[in-house]
């Protein structure tokens, strides 16, 4: 799972700017300290300016909706921001931030035909939607690369 930084786009209407540190700037929302844990809670907390870190919460689509509110700008996983037109990818995948998918169930369930037979088909589902997910689906944008 990819992420990478991203703005309202009505802020951003010509893309990222081309002086990154000006980001640094604005004020950011970020991942609660619940989830401290992990690495683009730690980038924030290291690189964002506390008097900048003007939101934090607990849910990953809850982070997308603060940013679409306009209430700053922040790490996303691309699959829920890419698919969100109000929002612009700031920045170049975060690798460091990246995570793998997994589908688990059960060992009870696990020899079970019908839960093998909808495995397999999630899996398919998807593996359609791999470029989402990865964080390769969107247009250039300018200063961005693939």
């Given at each position: 799972?990819?992420w990478?930084?991203?703005?309202?786009?009505?802020d951003?209407?010509?893309?990222?700017?081309?002086?990154?540190?000006?980001?640094?700037?604005?004020?950011?929302?970020?991942?609660?300290?619940?989830?401290?844990?992990?690495?683009?809670?730690?980038?924030?907390?290291?690189?964002?300016?506390?008097?900048?870190?003007?939101?934090?919460?607990?849910?990953?689509l809850?982070?997308?909706?603060?940013?679409?509110?306009?209430?700053?700008?922040?790490?996303?996983?691309?699959?829920?921001?890419?698919?969100?037109p109000?929002?612009?990818?700031?920045?170049?995948?975060?690798?460091?931030?990246?995570?793998h998918?997994?589908?688990?169930?059960?060992?009870?369930?696990?020899?079970?035909?019908?839960?093998?037979?909808?495995?397999?088909?999630?899996?398919?589902?998807?593996?359609?939607e791999?470029?989402?997910?990865?964080?390769?689906?969107?247009?250039?944008?300018?200063?961005?690369?693939?």
């Amino acid at each position: 799972i990819a992420w990478a930084l991203y703005g309202l786009a009505s802020d951003f209407p010509n893309g990222p700017p081309e002086d990154r540190d000006s980001l640094f700037r604005r004020p950011w929302v970020s991942l609660g300290d619940s989830l401290g844990h992990l690495k683009v809670v730690k980038y924030a907390h290291e690189h964002v300016a506390p008097e900048n870190l003007v939101y934090r919460i607990d849910s990953v689509l809850g982070l997308a909706e603060a940013i679409e509110s306009g209430l700053g700008i922040g790490h996303v996983p691309c699959f829920i921001a890419d698919r969100r037109p109000g929002l612009v990818r700031l920045s170049e995948l975060m690798s460091d931030f990246s995570g793998h998918l997994w589908l688990l169930t059960h060992p009870d369930l696990r020899g079970s035909a019908r839960v093998r037979v909808f495995l397999d088909f999630l899996a398919s589902e998807i593996a359609k939607e791999r470029d989402l997910i990865e964080g390769r689906n969107i247009l250039s944008l300018p200063g961005l690369s693939r």
